[in-house]
């Protein structure tokens, strides 16, 4: 609860993915990809229920094993690719309605955002609590490339006029800095969410300013391997050791090696010893 105020957490959980199959249940660091967002809700003090709403049996199923009251089933045409986050909340919260079930607050939390964790949903709803004039808190961090350098690009790929005049030697550090949505947190007053239909409504919305590395949200296979890295520095650290390995190599052989004779190479002098 926020000052007596209850909360109810929604995890968004389809079966279909275009780009990355399956990618709800993906393996990330020895637990399905849904499974971090579930723990953090569970675990956040301020959240009264958390459900997880899906059309798939096999990511119900899963969920299962978090908490028994997790899965909400949707209606097949709830899980079609034209159909908004937003109108998922609206049946949930239609749907509780009929049981005389009634929340506050809602917060969205998508499992593509599993290093987003308890500690910045305590933090979240901790500021909601402390400034009645907030309504709505949606996370954000830094933009990882800074807007003002992007452009679209014509047929002919002309970029004669891709920058403004005005940028064009100013330094990246000179610039404004630049926030963008990282897809982590959103939390609104129902009724408000229910009126504009909107995790950001024009009034009482303000930013909850997360760190670019826990801002990862996996859509790609490249974000969920970057997000293994974020959980496993030891990977990271191992790569730095190999790569030293094959360094010294070539500076003693004058050759590069593949894979395969990479790996050769390396048992060679797990043997030697």
């Known amino acids: ?18 780009r990355l199959p399956r990618k709800n249940i993906l393996d990330l660091g020895g637990k399905p990809l849904i499974a971090w ?5 569970k675990d956040c003090k301020y ?3 958390v459900i997880l709403s899906t059309e798939d049996e096999e990511i119900g ?11 909400f089933y949707r209606s097949a045409e709830l899980a079609e690719d ?10 949930i919260v239609n749907q509780l309605k009929e049981q005389n079930e009634f929340y506050d607050y809602i917060t969205l939390l998508q499992p593509t955002s599993p290093l987003r964790n308890v500690n910045h949903l305590n933090e979240a709803f901790k500021n909601i609590s402390k400034n009645n004039h907030v309504s709505s808190l949606v996370s954000v961090c830094i933009a990882e490339h800074h807007p003002l350098w992007a452009n679209t690009l014509p047929e002919d790929n ?15 550090q000179d610039l404004p800095e630049y926030y963008r949505l990282n897809g982590a947190i959103y939390i609104c007053d129902t009724k408000i969410l ?23 949200d996996i859509d790609t296979e490249d974000d969920l391997n970057l997000a293994r890295l974020h959980l496993n520095p030891y990977i990271i650290e191992n790569s730095n050791f190999f790569i030293q390995i094959h360094n010294e190599y070539k500076q003693n052989r004058s050759e590069v090696l593949d894979i395969e004779q990479f790996k050769n190479y390396l048992l060679g002098l797990v043997n030697e010893k």
């Open 1 to 18: 609860m926020i000052n007596g105020k209850k909360v109810l957490a929604i995890i968004p959980a389809r079966g279909g993915s275009k």
């Open 61 to 71: 199923k899963i969920s299962e094993k978090y908490g028994k009251d997790l899965p």
């Open 82 to 91: 034209n159909i908004t986050t937003y109108d998922v909340v609206k049946d």
């Open 158 to 172: 002309f970029i004669g006029n891709f920058m403004p005049k005005e940028i064009h030697n100013i330094r990246s």
């Open 194 to 216: 229910l009126t504009e239909k909107t995790f950001l409504p024009e009034y009482g919305c303000y930013a909850f300013i997360m760190p670019q590395a826990e801002s990862i």
């Open 47 to 49: 959240i009264d229920r």
């Open 37 to 41: 967002t579930i723990e953090a809700a």
